[in-house]
């Protein structure tokens, strides 16, 4: 067996803590999903949870080791995922793309959308790069077989439950903005909540110490 039971038994709790503690990621999908309903913050979900795979496997190959020993690299990546959010804040807040502010607009649109924004999101956090260098290495050890197998493994697990909680997540925000899509008025103050939910995500990111 590539990973024992043993190691199993530490390290699935440890990540489904992980998983279930509020992050950038939980908070866009919830953003996602209040603004262009259930679907689309699943899919917000399932674009996190491509951003992670990709970190994972450049992790594996030691990219994220470069990201963790040249601070430069690192502030290019932040500030460029900064500049992302405040860009879909804006968005939000002018009430531009979003389901609830043109209620005729296809939902597969909505969806891709938020999919491509996720995954977007999920790539220019490099903090997601250093986490998952920090914390999956723990867990592998090279007597048992391929490092880098093991790695992708931990990776998948540490991904699947953090897509299953985020889609849930998205999914409940979406019924609520639902509902708020036969009520214009609160269609368009919850276009601004996720405005200012998405500058609330920047600004933890602008401001998060690295270390």
């Not at 959308?113 to 999956?136: E, G, H, I, Q, T």
């Not at 609160?186 to 939910?197: D, H, M, N, V, Y």
Request: glycine share 12%; with cysteine.
């Amino acid at each position: 067996m590539l990973i024992s039971a043993q190691t199993l038994l530490v390290f699935v709790p440890a990540a489904l803590a992980l998983n279930l503690t509020p992050g950038n990621d939980m908070l866009f999908c919830l953003g996602q999903g209040m603004r262009s309903g259930p679907r689309a913050g699943i899919a917000a979900s399932l674009g996190i949870a491509t951003g992670v795979f990709l970190h994972s496997c450049a992790a594996a190959v030691g990219l994220a080791a470069l990201l963790a020993a040249y601070p430069a690299a690192f502030e290019v990546l932040r500030w460029a995922g900064v500049a992302y959010l405040v860009y879909l804040a804006v968005q939000a807040l002018r009430g531009s793309g979003g389901v609830l502010a043109a209620p005729t607009a296809p939902v597969r649109a909505s969806v891709s959308k938020a999919w491509r924004a996720a995954v977007l999101v999920s790539l220019l956090n490099p903090k997601v790069a250093v986490f998952v260098l920090a914390f999956l290495p723990q867990f592998v050890d090279p007597s048992r077989g391929s490092a880098f197998a093991q790695f992708m493994v931990l990776g998948l697990i540490l991904n699947i439950g953090g897509t299953v909680i985020n889609a849930l997540v998205g999914a409940f925000a979406g019924g609520i903005g639902r509902w708020l899509g036969r009520r214009p008025s609160f269609a368009r103050l919850a276009e601004k909540l996720t405005g200012l939910l998405l500058l609330g995500i920047a600004a933890r990111i602008a401001l998060e110490r690295r270390g």
